[in-house]
T-cell receptor
């Protein structure tokens, strides 16, 4: 079953605006990760946040984690056309084999 | 540096034909290896994972099988393809110990169309 569920399924904004995507999950986690996928390509790891962290930054990316609500958000600031891609959250329950369960993804379109 | 190779990039196969997709990792030893499938416009479904040579764990019962004949080689197979096997197949790896702290590294994927 899918652990992470992203919201919205699709998001279209103008270049320069901020994009926010949300992820909800169901069970306890060890960490939560965000990945990016350009059309027809493999996924690329963006950022990881551990269960004992509440916020993390990497360049124009900001991730928050609320374990009490079992939710996370990914904020991309000052969006660019090159940010157009699908974004997935994935959770690790820390139960061994280091398996990730991925959500359905958010399709982000940045309009120039 | 570590690299992951996945081939072929695209494949069109008739129903009932066999399948063999290969994934190899270079520049590391004893990686954890994973096969995922992605339906069009959907998330990723974990199919198989392996923590060592000859060690295969199946996540979803289906028409597919996996093997790991060498430390850095992971193969996805089927004896007879079904239409429902169509999808985008992705291989991924991490270091065996604590690798998940750095995230998965994915191959470029194989788009399989069963006709």
């Amino acid at each position: 079953s899918q652990q992470g569920e992203e919201d919205p399924q699709a998001l279209s904004i103008q270049e320069g605006e901020n994009a926010t995507m949300n992820c909800s999950y169901k069970t306890s986690i060890n960490n939560l990760q965000w990945y990016r996928q350009n059309s027809g390509r493999g996924l690329v790891h963006l950022i990881l946040i551990r269960s004992n962290e509440r916020e993390k930054h990497s360049g124009r990316l900001r991730v928050t984690l609320d374990t009490s609500k079992k939710s996370s958000s990914l904020l991309i600031t000052a969006s660019r056309a090159a940010d157009t891609a699908s974004y997935f959250c994935a959770t690790d329950d820390g139960q061994g084999a280091q398996k990730l369960v991925f959500g359905q993804g958010t399709r982000l379109t940045i309009n120039p | 540096s570590q690299t992951i190779h996945q081939w072929p990039a695209t494949l069109v196969q008739p129903v009932g034909s066999p399948l063999s997709l290969e994934c190899t990792v270079e520049g590391t030893s004893n990686p954890n290896l994973y096969w995922y499938r992605q339906a069009a416009g959907r998330g990723l479904q974990l199919l198989f994972y392996s923590v060592g040579i000859g060690q295969i764990s199946s996540e979803v019962p289906q028409n597919l099988s996996a093997s790991r004949p060498q430390d850095r080689q992971f193969i996805l197979s089927s004896k007879k393809l079904l239409l429902s096997d169509s999808g985008f197949y992705l291989c991924a790896w991490i270091h065996g110990a604590g690798g998940l702290n750095y995230g998965y590294t994915f191959g470029s994927g194989t788009r399989l169309t069963v006709v």
